[in-house]
């Protein structure tokens, strides 16, 4: 079963790629790695939630739009590389929360992206992840996902 069947099985579906909100594209290769762009949580031309964790939302809403950002990601990468079939392992996932100062489950809120990419990826989207607090991300997103993955 292909990544996009399985993302289908998932009742999810890739997104057009974002388009850049400043000076940069949605993923660069660079021999058999492919480096994505942050990933905020867009859908339909939209930001989902705006806000902090801790305070104008909860760990669970977090790893939502941690999933819709890895969702984003994934059509950069396939805008990148044609078809998902190519992707022959998720290498690294970086995730920022920006969440109030007391904030501490970043790594909560990175699951929603990690599984939803051990999903649709099984073992090869087991991956090496950095989940990370910040004072603020871009449009005022509560979650910013990126991604190294390795292709054929």
């Given at each position: 079963m292909t990544p996009e069947q399985k993302l289908a099985d998932l009742g999810l579906e890739l997104p057009e790629v974002p388009a850049p909100v400043a000076a940069y594209v949605p993923a660069v290769r660079t021999g058999?790695?492919?480096?994505?762009?942050?990933?905020?949580?867009?859908?339909?031309?939209?930001?989902?939630?705006?806000?902090?964790?801790?305070?104008?939302?909860?760990?669970?809403?977090?790893?939502?739009?941690?999933?819709?950002?890895?969702?984003?990601?994934?059509?950069?990468?396939?805008?990148?590389?044609?078809?998902?079939?190519k992707v022959t392992r998720i290498v690294k996932v970086v995730v920022f929360v920006a969440g109030e100062p007391t904030f501490t489950d970043q790594p909560k809120v990175g699951n929603g992206a990690?599984?939803?990419?051990?999903?649709?990826?099984?073992?090869?989207?087991?991956?090496?992840?950095?989940a990370v607090g910040v004072a603020a991300l871009p449009l005022d997103a509560p979650v910013e996902v990126e991604l190294i993955a390795e292709v054929a």
């Open positions: 058999n790695l492919v480096y994505t762009s942050g990933q905020v949580p867009f859908a339909h031309g939209k930001l989902l939630m705006t806000g902090k964790l801790g305070a104008e939302l909860t760990t669970e809403q977090g790893a939502e739009m941690a999933a819709v950002c890895a969702l984003n990601a994934l059509a950069a990468l396939r805008s990148e590389v044609g078809d998902l079939s990690s599984e939803l990419l051990a999903q649709v990826f099984g073992e090869a989207g087991r991956h090496a992840r950095s």
